[in-house]
């Protein structure tokens, strides 16, 4: 157990061990896939990447329920947050609340109502 142990502590995860995959898809049927770093929120990827999500609390996207059963329970804060937002479905989360793992190497979103990619 101890050889097992010594080789996962050297083993410096690489950019590719954390590099994860969002594809956002709107209303128009458009899709978009990116790349992201485990880490990062699903709301820093979009505006990395001009895809427009609203603010910091209006962030409503619908994660397909793959993705939402991959990502956990919303947290006590953003369901009461998701409670002020209109059309909520079973699979809404606020994009500012999700951090992205390594566990979970793809995550598709559709973005709500009039949510638009910006330079597509």
């Known amino acids: 157990a101890s050889h097992h142990l010594a080789r996962s502590l050297s083993s410096v995860p ?4 954390k590099t994860v995959w969002v594809t956002f898809s709107n ?5 978009k896939r990116v790349p992201a770093l485990a880490g990062q929120t699903l709301y820093e990827v979009a505006v990395a990447n001009e895809v427009i999500v609203g603010d910091l609390y209006t962030c409503h996207v619908i994660l397909d329920p ?10 006590l804060e953003e369901e009461e947050e998701l409670e002020n937002i209109e059309d909520v479905t079973p699979t809404s989360r606020l994009a500012s ?3 992205l793992s390594p566990e979970v190497p793809e995550t598709r979103v559709a973005l709500t109502d009039v949510r638009e990619f910006h330079n597509t």
């Open 97 to 99: 609340f999700i951090q």
């Open 66 to 75: 793959d993705s939402y059963e991959a990502h956990g329970k919303p947290l």
């Open 27 to 31: 209303k128009a049927g458009e899709r």
């Open 14 to 17: 690489t950019a590719a061990e």
